[in-house]
């Protein structure tokens, strides 16, 4: 099997029984920000597009590039389409012309001729992708891969039955517009920052660890971000305050966390030739030395890059739609998104406030408790952006479901908030249709725990992870009676059940404190059980709603 990087997430698979382009993307993306790193134009790409199969892992746009497949990839290609609950990936593919789609069923080996199996893992929770994300797995007698990607998923007991990976492709830089974007002190966004590619690290190494797959590639980022506006935030900022971990980095925090695990690094070119559990690696777009530049004189790379670049960032622009009136934009957003929010009762209660929007010169506040839409009148908020009024009205041309694909990942706009981070409004912020809001509040009503525990240290708690349902006997620890849950580092105080990473999401968790006669250890109620009685109103709807998430 011979696996070549494409750069970014993207990557060419030649089997015994075919070859499969994943993830190819040229850029830029998210309105012109976002370039793979390093410069992936050199390839041959119109070689990469004749292969067999094509697979997009989910939907956003540093992993979907449609101007790239009009160019590159003939229609008749046999798409693998992961199985996810909207049908938003397989519209958009069919927008463009392919139409001999592949239906994969998650975590089905499909078998094809010459010994090649593929399975295909999808992600559904409302923040995967959102509603949408898979990890690709393939074995062709030769070796077997495990292509993650950005996915983070939860089974992987089930995942790795397919077959143990000799070589282990994953993300381990972030795809985040925190802490960079918010309107914070310095000194807060460069300790957020760290905290934020701290728990990269941990993560990944969490899943390099549990995978356990002899040979280690880091990819799936970080960005080039080559407009003037955004040129301080690449890598780890000009000023510390950013969180774009490149794959050198990584392998050197890898290598000291796990002194003999095999990395290597990924990027456009590098070719990877397992066969029988030997490995062999070349580099066929840039020498070692050139690599050695782009990593250890990144900044001048950068800047060669940027310079060299702005026609790209100039014609993106040009691709807008003309700002819109006031009024106008106002009255567009209030037909979209209102009937939206009359849907959405459960995100409704989980934001429980006003939120402001300054976009161009309208300022409007959508106030999630009365599902309404209108022009700012001076009420407090919880969260406020400002965004410029061409991204919005080109959002609202093109009907743009996902602001986090567009907006947000842009880094083109700004954002404050008033406490914590509030998932449930990033969540209708990524959501922006029927289809997608009606699975959303389906999905949160169906994540009933109330009936599995499981005692972890000295504590007796629910067993999935308020988040996104992980098995906390697996990734969760505890110190000094906080618990972390290892796949998003999110937090929770055990004695209150309050969660400290964002509002609402408590958790079921009472200490073991007395030992019968018999050896069995009986649970003693925390703080969080004794005071539900006194809970308000909302406070009592977030527990609930948060209990079966």
Known sequence: MRITGLGHAGMFIETTGGSILCDPVMGPSFFGSWFPFPDNRGLDWERFGKADFLYISHRHRDHFDP??????????????????????????????????????????????PGGLKIMVTPLRAPSDGPIGDSSLSVDDGTASILNQNDSHPLDLERLLSFSKPDAYFTQVSGAIWWPMVYDLPQDSKQHFAKLKRDAQNKRAMYYIEKVDAEHVFPMAGPPMFLRDDLFRFNGWGVEDDSIFTDQRQFLTHMRAERPDQKGYEFVPGTQVDLNGGTIEITQTLYTPEEIDRVFEDKWAYLAEQRDSRQAEVLAEIETRAEPMAPAEMLAAL??????????????????????????????????FPKAKVREYAGEECIYWYTIPADLVSTNI??????????????????????????????????????????????????????????????????????????????????????????????????????????????????????????????????????LQRHRTPRERVLMRFARLS
């Open 334 to 367: 209030q037909e979209w998104w209102e009937p939206l929010l009359r849907r959405a009762r459960t995100i409704r209660t989980g934001v429980g406030g006003n939120v402001r929007f300054r976009i161009g010169e309208l300022d409007m506040v959508v106030d």
């Open 67 to 112: 101007t790239l497949l009009e160019r590159y990839v003939p229609k008749d290609i046999r798409v693998l389409l992961p199985e996810y609950p909207t049908d938003d990936l397989e519209v958009d593919l069919r927008r463009l012309g392919y139409d001999n789609i592949v239906f994969t069923q998650a975590g089905q080996t499909l078998e094809y």
């Open 397 to 530: 041309r093109d009907h743009e479901i996902d602001w986090s694909n567009s907006i947000f990942l842009s880094m083109q706009f700004a954002v404050g908030r008033s406490g914590k981070f509030n998932e449930f409004l990033t969540t209708f912020l990524k959501c922006l249709s029927r289809d997608r809001i009606e699975y959303v509040e389906n999905w949160y009503a169906e994540q009933s725990d109330q009936t599995e525990d499981a005692e972890i240290g000295e504590w007796t708690m629910q067993r999935r992870c308020p988040h996104l349902r992980a098995d906390l006997t697996k990734t969760g620890k505890i110190e000094d009676g906080v618990l972390t849950c290892a796949l998003h580092d999110w937090k929770w105080d055990l004695a209150s059940g309050q969660c400290l990473t964002a509002p609402g999401h408590p958790i079921r968790a009472s200490r073991v404190v007395e030992t019968h006669p018999r050896g069995r250890r009986s649970p003693s109620p925390t703080r969080a059980s004794r």
